[in-house]
């Protein structure tokens, strides 16, 4: 929901309006303080209060919608407009805006909260989700298969594991049951009107307790009350073109959204090149075709009933396809020095060709209505992601399977003079289907339709509430039970305050706790067969029935204060343990007294086998700030954001963190691939129909590349044309930082990690090699847009 307020002396008066742009009548609108006032709105969502000069609260409510509570100083006449989310909203998260003499004001939720608005992305023309993402400052992200543009690319919040953190679409879960995260390489932004990010855990949460890292909820576009459209043409470098359109409106009752996007790139590899083959030993090399085109499509389309004011339903169809060639990020050049004097150093190796292929697709049907003295929501969803995978693999992501997931969800929720709760639940089925690897060893595999189908029911029952005591202070809290069929149950309690000391200052508080649940894939014992033998004679990549969640407490300070009618900051404490993380379980002692020496797929040993097991405690505490400054005229405004992301493992045993299985699990150490320090600055600029934006990303040490600290620096300038077109050229990643064609294995920045024992057995630490990822250099693409 969004509040704007623009100035004019003591009569507040304004308009009250649905996220369409819909009138709302009969709105409660109430000044809370030393001399408070009420009034109702019009059929037209019109209203007027007088008051003395004063600090207030601003609240407006009515049946159906979320209500909104906001700070004003009314030292002057001010108009007001508001802008209030139905309950059945598509945001897993209530999130209030405030924007006053066009300056941000401070948050009014309970955590931290970013919202990237389809303009947000348009500024440099960015035409992904995650490229938005990466000026988040407590966003880390993952490229498990390399760093070309068509490879895999997932998003963690506060910390080192993206399935700690929900992927929601309107929010409906889109998390994997394979890898506990979602692919987001290829989403497009012209099928959404927001990404809604918010971090740690909130009361507020219409999800479960399943999260500790936090929530992105892409929003996807929905019907205006007037009728609106866009297409958008593009073409630049490395073959890049996308085709966009996309309409919303309203014709009577009926509200409409529709999105398609087609994106195609030849890539900044297109070559063919000898390769020294890592599975294919008759190889040695083999002229082999290494690419990284990719062919995405979407489709979207929505469209909404309306009954009543209070009553709707929302029907949504979402489709995401996409086929790209990850062979130029899967195979690299050998660097490593256990290699020198081998053919293959300094020589492009890996399994070869690959081809990635996946296909979203997700159906939800949401609706409310009046019951009782409170409102009822409904949401009912259905969802399976399909990956499919044509040649070498190189991580856990390139598993041949289908999510499937079946949701039902329920919430009946009243709204009071000076407070609200809700009650609900939801169940969930979830089912993985999935091929199994290659053998090692070379026998045939059972086929798909003989493997085990993995699945598993949630049940969630919640209740969360909130109330305000006083005008300045609000509470906030939450009570979650959750339901696993495959491990049991967790309960989960949330509480969040927030104080506003006057109009341009809040201070938060927040705690709780949160679960990640084990993954299916996780939990599952594959046969000898489909494991793979490493040099000590152990099978390597077991899965355990044994594994149960982890669990984690957190703690949120944070504050938020406007310098003046032009800027503010915002600054965030947070510390996050966790305990039972699931970690990586190799048979040190049994490889040492040489148990493994006979172990093989004829005659295996229980005792030799590397897998997933709970162990030890792990810490995420950090600092995030942002600045925003509107300059004077207004025409020039900057963004800059910065954040220490500390995230470490604690009481490790020596089988999990051990030089014979990797090493680089260090008690006390920052996670390998996890900065320590990253952030963002972003400066945007118009006037008479030129428009110009320019961002600097900054990562620091031990960053998801493998590099030194890099920044990217991004920019755009573009012209509106008449009234409806707009023509934009946009530059990437201009000083070329970080850019290359190939992973260079054992090339990265070394991670000081355990690389043996002294004759007493303490452990002893050094620079362990790591691989260097590179992702594209210098592109641009020329962008027209025509709008009405």
């Not at 590899?269 to 294919?280: D, E, G, K, Q, R």
């Not at 999935?434 to 060893?441: G, M, Y």
């Not at 006390?668 to 320090?677: K, V």
Request: hydrophobic content about 40%; glycine content about 12%; overall charge negative.
């Amino acid at each position: 929901m969004h509040a704007i307020l623009l100035a004019m002396c003591c009569l507040i008066s304004g308009n009250v309006h649905s996220a369409s742009g819909k009138p709302l009548a009969g709105v409660r609108v109430e000044l809370r303080g030393v001399a408070g006032a009420s009034a109702s709105t019009d059929t037209q969502g019109d209203f007027s209060l007088s008051a003395g000069p004063g600090h207030y609260q601003l609240a407006a409510s009515v049946a159906g919608y979320a209500p909104l509570t906001v700070a004003v100083d009314a030292d002057r006449d001010l108009p007001v407009e508001v802008e209030l989310e139905p309950l059945d909203s598509p945001k897993l998260r209530q999130i209030g805006e405030v924007t006053v003499d066009g300056r941000l004001a401070p948050v009014v939720g309970t955590i931290p909260a970013a919202v990237l608005t389809r303009s947000d992305f348009d500024l440099l023309g960015e035409d992904r989700i995650i490229d938005g993402l990466q000026t988040l400052p407590g966003a880390t992200f993952a490229r498990p298969d390399g760093g070309a543009s068509s490879a895999i690319a997932v998003v963690a919040l506060r910390g080192p594991d993206p399935s700690e953190s929900l992927l929601a679409l309107d929010g409906q879960l889109l998390n994997d049951g394979n890898t506990g995260d979602v692919d987001l390489s290829r989403f497009p932004v012209s099928a959404f009107s927001a990404v809604d990010v918010t971090e740690g855990l909130g009361p507020e949460d219409s999800n479960g307790s399943n999260t500790f890292g936090g929530a992105i909820d892409l929003v996807s576009l929905r019907p205006t009350k007037d009728p609106h459209y866009a297409l958008s043409l593009s073409g630049g470098s490395f073959g890049q073109t996308e085709a966009s359109f996309n309409a919303t409106g309203t014709q009577g009752r009926l509200g409409y959204a529709t999105a398609l996007d087609d994106q195609n790139e030849t890539g900044f590899v297109n070559t063919t090149a000898p390769l020294y083959s890592t599975t294919n030993p008759n190889c040695s090399p083999c002229a082999t075709r290494l690419g990284s085109a990719v062919a995405a499509h979407l489709a979207l389309g929505a469209l909404t009933w309306t009954f009543a004011q209070d009553t709707d339903l929302t029907a949504r169809v979402f489709v995401l396809g996409d086929n790209r060639d990850q062979s130029s990020a899967i195979n690299g050049i050998d660097a490593n020095a256990a290699d020198i004097g081998t053919p293959e150093y300094g020589q492009l190796i890996g399994p070869g060709n690959q081809t990635f292929a996946q296909v979203i697709r997700a159906y939800q049907l949401r609706g409310r209505t009046p019951l009782g003295a409170g409102e009822l929501t409904s949401d009912f969803s259905v969802s399976d992601n399909s990956v499919g995978v044509d040649g070498g693999t190189a991580s856990p992501y390139d598993v041949v399977h289908v999510d499937h997931r079946y949701n039902g969800a329920l919430t009946w929720q009243r709204t009071f003079e000076s407070s609200q709760f809700a009650v609900g639940g939801y169940t969930r089925y979830e089912a993985l289907d999935f091929f199994a690897p290659s053998a090692a060893d070379g026998t045939p595999l059972t086929p798909f339709e003989a493997q085990p189908v993995l699945g598993q029911t949630i049940n969630v029952l919640f209740i969360r509430g909130g109330f305000t005591p006083t005008p300045k202070l609000r509470l906030d809290g939450g009570v979650f039970d959750s339901r696993y069929t495959t491990f049991g149950t967790n309960v989960d309690g949330r509480f969040g305050a927030i104080y506003s000391a006057d109009a341009r200052t809040a201070l938060r508080f927040s705690l709780g706790t949160g679960f990640r649940a084990p993954l299916l894939f996780e939990r599952y014992e594959f046969p000898y067969a489909q494991l793979s033998l490493d040099g000590n004679n152990v099978f390597v990549g077991q899965g355990s029935p044994d594994e149960h969640p982890e669990h984690a407490t957190e703690y949120e300070l944070g504050a938020s204060h406007e310098f003046s009618r032009q800027s503010t900051l915002d600054l965030s404490l947070y510390r996050t343990n966790l305990r039972d993380p699931v970690e990586i379980l190799y048979p040190l002692a049994a490889v040492a007294a040489g148990t493994c020496k006979n172990n093989s797929y004829a005659d295996p040993i229980p005792a030799c086998v590397s897998f997933n097991s709970n162990v030890g405690n792990a810490v995420y505490t950090g600092v995030e700030v942002r600045f925003v400054e509107r300059f004077v005229p207004e025409h020039l405004f900057l963004t800059a954001r910065y954040g220490i992301n500390s995230a470490f493992p604690k009481d490790l045993n020596s089988q999990f963190s051990n030089p014979t299985s990797g090493g680089n699990l260090v008690d006390n150490a920052q996670f390998l691939g996890i900065p320590q320090q990253q952030g963002s600055l972003q400066l945007d600029w118009s006037n008479r129909g030129w428009h110009s934006a320019a961002d600097a990303i900054f990562r620091g040490n031990n960053n998801e590349l493998n590099l030194a600290p890099f920044t990217v620096v991004n920019a755009l300038v573009g012209k509106h044309i008449g009234g409806d077109l707009d023509l934009s050229l946009a530059a990437s990643n201009i000083f070329n930082a970080g850019a290359g064609q190939f992973t260079i294995f054992g090339g990265g920045v070394p991670y000081r990690g355990l690389t043996g024992q002294d004759e007493s057995g303490a452990p002893l630490y050094g620079p362990l090699p790591t691989d260097a990822l590179h992702v594209e250099p210098v592109g641009i693409r020329l962008i027209l847009t025509a709008r009405r």
